[in-house]
């Protein structure tokens, strides 16, 4: 990860759908947190935030975003905003709206803020990726990752937008394929309805399928997502236990023998 370090300011990376976070110290009890998604959604507004610890002065805080041409390496000015930190405020909330610049060459960019806080200069830098907005998540989940032929499979899909929110559309819908380890298409679901939370469906196994990994293949509009599970002969685990008792016990005897045999057995 590459850094700039002015004025003891400094950045550092911390998890949350992967954010990226940087910190300075000015004083003794002053220290900012500054937080920005890892990856930045095109053509729609992305949430960065600023905390601030000690010192809570009106303040003016730049933030600037590069794009980078893989063929030379070249960044370029993509845009740039500012913001007012309320006095008094700890947490800062930026709507920072990232525009379509239209180069399918910018795979990638840097975000770097400039500012003065509590009269003191800060600026930083890390770099960020970019995805285009209008792509969704696909969850597909079975009831179990194994299945023995003759069994029934139980699956689930849901489908989210960038929020993280279920897709509320009445009209999104989607169609669900079902493939052997052959890549032979053996079920099918058209116009499954996506828009209404989370949508379950059942399709049962032959008593003598294709063994190996199955999959199931969701595609909605432009979005797609695949999961697998495996299909094959095996039985469950077996946990025994006995215990062997003498066959008589004398009354005066202080101790009784007992034996204690413990068997466990797994077929794959």
């Given at each position: ?37 890892r ?33 030379n ?13 309320e ?55 079975t ?10 499979v ?24 079902v ?12 116009g ?13 196994l ?21 999961t ?19 066959p ?11 034996q ?9």
């Amino acid at each position: 990860m590459k850094m700039e370090l002015k004025n003891t300011f400094k950045l550092i990376i911390i998890s949350h759908i992967i954010f990226w976070a940087s910190a300075i110290q000015q004083e003794k009890d002053n220290h900012y947190i500054f937080m920005s998604p890892r990856t930045l959604r095109i053509g729609a507004t992305n949430e960065l935030q600023i905390r601030r610890f000690g010192c809570l002065e009106d303040s003016v805080l730049k933030v600037k975003l590069f794009h980078t041409e893989n063929y030379n390496g070249n960044e370029t000015l993509l845009q740039e905003a500012d913001y007012q930190l309320e006095e008094g405020k700890k947490d800062s909330f930026l709507a920072f709206y990232v525009n379509s610049f239209g180069d399918d060459n910018a795979y990638d960019g840097m975000l770097q803020i400039n500012g003065t806080i509590c009269g003191k200069p800060i600026s930083g830098s890390d770099r960020v990726l970019f995805s285009n907005s209008n792509g969704n998540i696909i969850l597909i989940q079975t009831d179990k990752p194994l299945y023995k032929p003759g069994q029934d499979v139980n699956f689930r899909v849901l489908k989210l937008d960038q929020n993280l929110k279920p897709s509320s559309r009445a009209n999104d819908t989607a169609d669900v394929y079902v493939n052997d380890p052959q890549g032979t298409r053996l079920f099918q679901f058209k116009g499954v309805h996506l828009g209404r939370g989370i949508q379950q469906r059942q399709f049962p196994l032959a008593d003598e399928p294709t063994l190996g990994s199955w999959t199931i293949t969701v595609d909605s509009g432009k979005d797609s997502q695949s999961t697998s599970f495996q299909v094959k002969e095996y039985k469950l685990p077996k946990f025994d236990v006995s215990i062997t008792f003498p066959p008589y016990v004398l009354i005066n005897a202080k101790t009784i023998p007992v034996q204690v045999c413990a068997k466990y057995d797994f077929y794959i």
